[in-house]
């Protein structure tokens, strides 16, 4: 699917050199491209690429990619289109739509029925209790204990949302659980909404501050819907929508018991106040969890699941928003200007929460088994790297067959309990050509039985993993010393010629 934006100058469904040359050429793609929905109209009415939407097929057409009127007025050839129309039919005999009538066919008989099945619920569930991050857990306040708790209060916009839950291009859910429910089915509750919705314009702070102060222990469910982020609908800062904040603090300064936030969003928040309130002992992140949410924050939250999510993006301080032009694309960072970069990879700021962060009711151990401590780059004779003090060498073929080095790691829960672990396996290269501060290699998830070890292996390929990109675009392989870390785990690699 060719996208909306143009690389280089070009609207990438009319760029031959990405979907002929890249997409069929080098990735050998033996199927058809599409345009992402209205990619060929923006490139004609909104980019203005082209002077005619005939003219915006045409290009499309023959860059890889229709149309009848482009046809007659003589702006592509038939035999282009039958070109692109055998890349349809050749995906549509290898699906087998032309072996018979469809009910006779191994999915023909699929249908509504096949939809929720309990395999699929139970999926949906697993899915959501995985995708669940705990990101703050002071003096083991979660999870919480079904006796001990007598009474909880639910407090927050999405504490019995339903539809919020599956976020945009969704299916239709076979139910919902929402987090009231989800809590409810375990222990007593006390709800108050606080906000009529997440704009949170007025919170109803003292009905909310009766229920907290009366509960065993308090749960707020904060956080976005499609009202504060979708396509098309930017957010304006990183802060709470409304009243959010103002009533998690006043609800957390009159907690008779623990304190958790779980945070519902696509995207991260600037929650620096909650992560530095004493009063808040939990935080967790859901994302937009599905039809089975609330019934997987209650079995993280009441210690059924234990939590294994990672941040898949990092969470910036409203700073970074307010001097960050949304405009600006580059990565590396600029001192002379403060711009602090963007991405794990290279942001040099101070974050919410990082890319990756995520906390567990296990500990986990890892011990490096088998690393090499070096990794020679074989060079043609009469290299001018031979002769020279050379920072990196080109990242190309003749140099990099049988560069695969086999990474070993030792893994134990050191818990009784049973937990899912996700190991990131991260190289810092040599500081050349503004390379980034580390960067993932790797990664695997493993399910450890309580005291249990398992050996995870990575097969590292040295210069697609360890090469960087220098300031022209080339991919170049840094000489000297990489770093390999695994959470506290350090090793170091040495590249040379």
């Known amino acids: 699917m060719c996208s909306y934006n143009q690389v280089n100058g070009k609207p990438t469904c009319a760029d031959p050199d990405l979907l002929a040359g890249v997409i069929r050429g080098q990735w050998k793609l033996n199927g058809y491209i599409v345009s992402d929905c209205d990619s060929v109209d923006v490139l004609y009415n909104s980019q203005h690429y082209t002077k005619t939407p005939e003219e915006a097929a045409a290009k499309s057409i023959l860059a890889g990619k229709h149309t009848e009127a482009a046809v007659k007025a003589g702006l592509v050839n038939e035999s282009a289109i039958d070109h692109a129309i055998s890349n349809n039919f050749a995906t549509l005999m290898r699906l087998g739509f032309f072996d018979g009538h469809p009910s006779k066919q191994p999915y ?10 309990q395999a699929n619920q139970d999926l949906a569930l697993d899915a959501a209790r995985q995708g669940i991050v705990l990101l703050k857990n002071t003096a083991g306040s979660l999870p919480l204990s079904p006796t001990a708790i007598k009474n909880l209060a639910v407090i927050g916009p999405n504490a019995n949302v339903t539809k919020t839950m599956i976020g945009n291009y969704e299916g239709t859910p076979c139910k919902y659980t ?65 009243q959010q904040q103002l009533l998690i603090t006043e609800v957390a300064k009159v907690a008779k018991g623990p304190v958790i936030l779980i945070i519902m969003s696509g995207g991260g928040f600037d929650i620096s106040f909650a992560k530095n309130d004493p009063k808040i002992t939990s935080i967790l992140w859901v994302g937009y969890p599905g039809q ?6 209650a079995d993280v939250c009441f210690g059924r699941y234990n939590p294994s999510g990672r941040l898949p993006m990092t969470w910036y301080p409203q700073s970074y928003v307010e001097k960050v032009p949304m405009t600006n694309m580059n990565m590396r960072p600029d001192a002379s200007n403060g711009y602090p970069g963007r991405t794990y990879r290279f942001y040099t700021g101070e974050t ?6 995520g906390l567990s009711y296990s500990t986990m151990n890892h011990e490096l088994v088998r690393a090499p401590k070096i990794v020679a780059i074989p060079l043609e004779e009469g290299h001018v790297c031979y002769s020279s003090n050379c920072k990196s060498v080109d990242a190309v073929e003749q140099s990099c067959q049988n560069l695969n080095l086999d990474i070993h790691l030792r893994v134990k829960n050191n818990a009784s309990i049973s937990g899912g672990h996700t190991i990131f396996l991260f190289s810092t290269p040599p500081s050349v050509h503004k390379s980034p501060q580390k ?18 292996s990575f097969k590292v390929d040295a210069c697609k993993d360890l090469s960087v990109v220098d300031e022209l675009g080339n991919r170049k392989l840094a000489l000297g010393d990489h770093l390999l870390h695994v959470g506290n785990l350090k090793h170091s690699l040495t590249v040379r010629i």
Do not use: W
């Open 178 to 242: 929402t987090p009231l429910q989800g809590l409810a089915a375990v222990v007593a509750t006390i709800y108050q909404a606080g906000c009529s919705n997440v704009q949170c314009g007025t919170a109803q702070v003292d009905d909310a501050k009766k229920a907290a102060a009366s509960a065993d222990a308090t749960v707020l469910v904060m956080g976005a819907d499609q009202s504060i982020e979708a396509e098309s609908h930017d957010r304006l800062d990183l802060l709470l929508p409304g």
């Open 108 to 117: 023909g008989q699929l249908g509504p029925k096949d939809v929720c099945t």
């Open 292 to 297: 089975a949410g609330g019934a997987a924050i």
């Open 439 to 456: 960067h993932l290699l790797a990664f695997e998830k493993v399910f450890l039985k309580g005291q249990e070890e398992a050996l995870v």
């Open 352 to 357: 919410v929460y990082a890319f990756g962060d």
